[in-house]
């Protein structure tokens, strides 16, 4: 958790250093680092779960094992034939060793085949677990960008809101103001014609 914790911070960094970028193109375009990237998608590749990079190292175990185990097989194979070679002289015992080497030959293959199989099937999970903790690793992303998308649409229709109410102020303010204008207008006439009665 402490790990997909750390990625988390990693991609907000991403987030950060794009938003620092020079932007062009009414924000269409945005000129960031390259360093700065880089060293970022480094630090994630780095944070990946210890899950990936065992498959890594498993497969490369894998292909050690198999090589391995054909430099078994061609020696035990080899050797019993080096084996019968001393005993060409005597037929039943070179049937033996025919026999033996044979039956050898085939438990290293099975040996080798089940070497095989295994290391595929450990692979194989290994992939199936990187792969679903990539896939909560993206789901999370998305749902923490569409968390900012819904944060910052709140903010946009606050925002909205308040520039509706000033212009309505602003309108009533307007509106008083030519409404007292014609009040005093209307006083000041009325007084003058009270004045002039007298």
Sequence with gaps: MQQQNGIYELLRNLEETV???FHLLSNYLVV????AIEEILDRIYASLPTEVQEARALLRRREELQLEAQQRAEKIISD????ASRYLSE????????KEA????????ADCNEIKRKALDDAENLRIQATDEALRIKDGASAYAEELLVNLEQCLNKLQQE????????EKRRSESSFDAIKSSYNNEQYAQSYDAN
């Design 19 to 21: 938003d620092k970028g």
């Design 32 to 35: 960031v680092k390259k360093d």
């Design 80 to 83: 019993a034939q080096a084996e």
């Design 91 to 98: 037929s039943e015992l070179i049937q033996a060793v025919k």
């Design 102 to 109: 044979g039956k050898v030959k085939e438990q290293v293959m």
């Design 163 to 170: 520039v509706k109410n000033g212009q309505v102020v602003l």
